[in-house]
């Protein structure tokens, strides 16, 4: 089997930065290895999965590395469970794993990188640092969000029509086809169809259009919602004509 080197910031693409509340700080690589091969899927599915409060350490986490191997929250409230050591019964389960995915040289020091992770967890502290931390990153998510939201709204006018207003919820009303439906008393009546445009915003707070339709939704990127707003129109067409 071979070593199973993780890359730290690719992790944190996922991470929702306008959230994030607790930090957790990795020594060196071959420690942030072990979280990510093996350690934090104990605690979300495996050995600890049915425990209580342990959502606090794989749900929205940042993680980087440092000078110590350290767990930091945003507020104390954030603390749950915090003991997670090694057993033998786990051990003998997944201890040669351990050893060959994470590049240990033998038991001795692939038990002492266990240690290390759970001592921080164990010892996990609110810190003004990461209040800091976490609300610099919120702040760089919303910085993100509003210097794209003019050029998304401009794309609505272009394809909607610049005499349609954006409400302050930020979405928009666009009426697609007009039809008409014939009732069994022989009376027709005139019906619109129409999707809603809203914007949609990832992790890092790039924002996509969020089209409704009916019950389907699509994401669509920035310079290409006439492309998408014209093949809705284009299938509305052929189900109502």
């Given at each position: 089997m071979e070593r199973k080197i993780n890359n730290i910031e690719n992790a944190n693409k996922f991470v929702n930065k306008g959230d994030v509340r607790t930090i957790i700080t990795f020594r060196t690589q071959q420690l942030y290895d072990?979280?990510?091969?093996?350690?934090?899927?104990?605690?979300?599915?495996?050995?600890?999965e049915n425990s209580n409060k342990t959502?606090?350490?794989?749900?929205?986490?940042?993680?980087?590395?440092?000078?110590?191997?350290?767990?930091?929250?945003?507020?104390?409230w954030r603390i749950g469970r915090k003991s997670f050591g090694m057993t033998k019964d786990l051990w003998d389960v997944i201890g040669d794993r351990i050893i060959e995915e994470n590049g240990f040289a033998n038991e001795k020091e692939a038990r002492a990188a266990w240690r290390e992770i759970a001592t921080a967890i164990y010892n996990a502290a609110e810190t003004k640092e990461a209040r800091e931390f976490c609300d610099s990153l919120?702040?760089?998510?919303?910085?993100?969000?509003?210097?794209?939201?003019?050029?998304?709204?401009q794309e609505w006018r272009d394809v909607c029509g610049d005499s349609k207003d954006i409400s302050n919820y930020s979405y928009m009303h666009y009426d697609l086809n007009e039809y008409e439906v014939k009732y069994t008393d022989g009376s027709i009546h005139k019906r619109t169809s129409y999707l809603f445009l809203h914007l949609q915003a990832d992790s890092e707070g790039n924002l996509k259009h969020k089209i409704t339709y009916n019950d389907a939704h699509w994401y669509v990127p920035k310079g290409q919602l006439a492309k998408a707003v014209e093949a809705i129109k284009e299938f509305d067409n052929k189900m109502r004509f």
């Open positions: 072990l979280w990510v091969n093996e350690f934090s899927g104990q605690i979300s599915d495996g050995m600890w959502e606090w350490l794989w749900q929205n986490v940042w993680v980087r590395l440092g000078n110590e191997t350290k767990v930091e929250v945003r507020s104390i919120a702040q760089e998510k919303k910085d993100k969000i509003a210097s794209q939201r003019e050029e998304m709204f």
